[in-house]
């Protein structure tokens, strides 16, 4: 990703309407969905500034990875312990075998070879282990932010489930999120493409917006991973061995 990026996450990851109400959509997923032990060990790949590791260190022993070296300092802060640099495709150094729940949140879509990164994050999980997967949705919403981003590709469910298949693994629970705010965000984007002003700027709305966006995203809470959302800016899932079950 551009420094921009890292640079504008660790500026507004904790006030940004989409990391606020996301970090809640996904611990709630996690809870009725993940059925991790309790004493589970938890892998989170491009952490970025680790603001979703408080979140997941409620499930369990928090370990993570993040290849930019000034967002992999402020994770380290955040985690209370050093933060790796293995980078996707290969993790050279993580352990095989190690991992209850590997979590990449918004990174596959960063890796030129997305089946090999899911086959290196199958090979760290330990026997009925899972991968928590989110990805942007509709290569048509394609724009600036995707390019700041190193975004390689957007993804429709039917292709984000043939990675993982070819992976060797199975999806389960994959849909759409942040549905509800969907259609304002298709809008924008066509609307950028129509005008020429297609903007990567990501940083936070004024703080009524702010308030507004953040308080609709976070309804899906309630939603995602029970009902059927209807498409949405984002992909989500649990991805695991075929055979795995589901419990």
Same mark, same amino acid.
């Given at each position: 990703?551009?420094?921009?990026?890292?640079?504008?996450?660790?500026?507004?990851?904790?006030?940004?309407?989409?990391?606020?109400?996301?970090?809640?959509?996904?611990?709630?997923?996690?809870?009725?969905?993940?059925?991790?032990?309790?004493?589970?060990?938890?892998?989170?790949?491009?952490?970025?500034?680790?603001?979703?590791?408080?979140?997941?260190?409620?499930?369990?022993?928090?370990?993570?990875?993040?290849?930019?070296?000034?967002?992999?300092?402020?994770?380290?802060?955040?985690?209370?312990?050093?933060?790796?640099?293995?980078?996707?495709?290969?993790?050279?150094?993580?352990?095989?075998?190690?991992?209850?729940?590997?979590?990449?949140?918004?990174?596959?879509?960063?890796?030129?070879?997305?089946?090999?990164?899911?086959?290196?994050?199958?090979?760290?999980?330990?026997?009925?282990?899972?991968?928590?997967?989110?990805?942007?949705?509709?290569?048509?919403?394609?724009?600036?932010?995707?390019?700041?981003?190193?975004?390689?590709?957007?993804?429709?469910?039917?292709? %984000? =489930? !043939? /990675?993982? *298949?070819? $992976? #060797?693994?199975?999806?389960? &629970?994959?849909?759409?999120?942040? +549905?509800?705010?969907?259609? %304002? =965000? !298709? /809008?924008? *984007?066509? $609307? #950028?493409?129509?005008?020429? &002003?297609?903007?990567?700027?990501? +940083?936070?709305?004024?703080? %009524?917006?702010?308030?507004?966006?953040? $308080?609709?995203?976070?309804?899906?809470?309630?939603?995602?991973?029970?009902?059927?959302?209807?498409?949405?800016?984002?992909?989500?899932?649990? $991805?695991?061995?075929?055979?795995?079950?589901?419990?």
């Amino acid at each position: 990703m551009d420094r921009i990026v890292y640079d504008r996450m660790a500026a507004h990851d904790s006030t940004h309407w989409w990391y606020t109400a996301r970090r809640d959509i996904l611990a709630d997923f996690l809870a009725r969905e993940g059925h991790l032990p309790r004493d589970a060990r938890i892998l989170e790949i491009g952490c970025g500034t680790g603001h979703n590791l408080p979140m997941l260190a409620a499930f369990g022993t928090v370990d993570a990875i993040e290849i930019d070296p000034a967002a992999r300092e402020i994770a380290s802060a955040r985690l209370g312990k050093p933060v790796g640099a293995a980078p996707l495709p290969d993790l050279t150094g993580v352990e095989r075998g190690s991992y209850d729940l590997v979590a990449v949140l918004d990174v596959v879509e960063h890796i030129a070879d997305d089946v090999a990164a899911l086959k290196a994050m199958a090979a760290c999980l330990k026997p009925g282990g899972k991968i928590l997967i989110t990805v942007p949705a509709h290569q048509w919403m394609w724009s600036a932010h995707d390019v700041v981003n190193h975004h390689h590709r957007r993804y429709s469910k039917a292709s %984000l =489930a !043939a /990675a993982i *298949r070819a $992976a #060797g693994l199975e999806p389960r &629970k994959l849909g759409y999120f942040n +549905s509800l705010l969907f259609p %304002l =965000a !298709a /809008a924008s *984007r066509l $609307a #950028g493409r129509l005008t020429g &002003k297609d903007d990567s700027d990501d +940083s936070p709305p004024p703080r %009524l917006l702010n308030t507004l966006f953040e $308080a609709i995203f976070r309804l899906e809470r309630h939603l995602v991973g029970r009902v059927p959302l209807s498409p949405g800016v984002s992909i989500i899932t649990l $991805a695991m061995p075929g055979g795995g079950s589901a419990r």
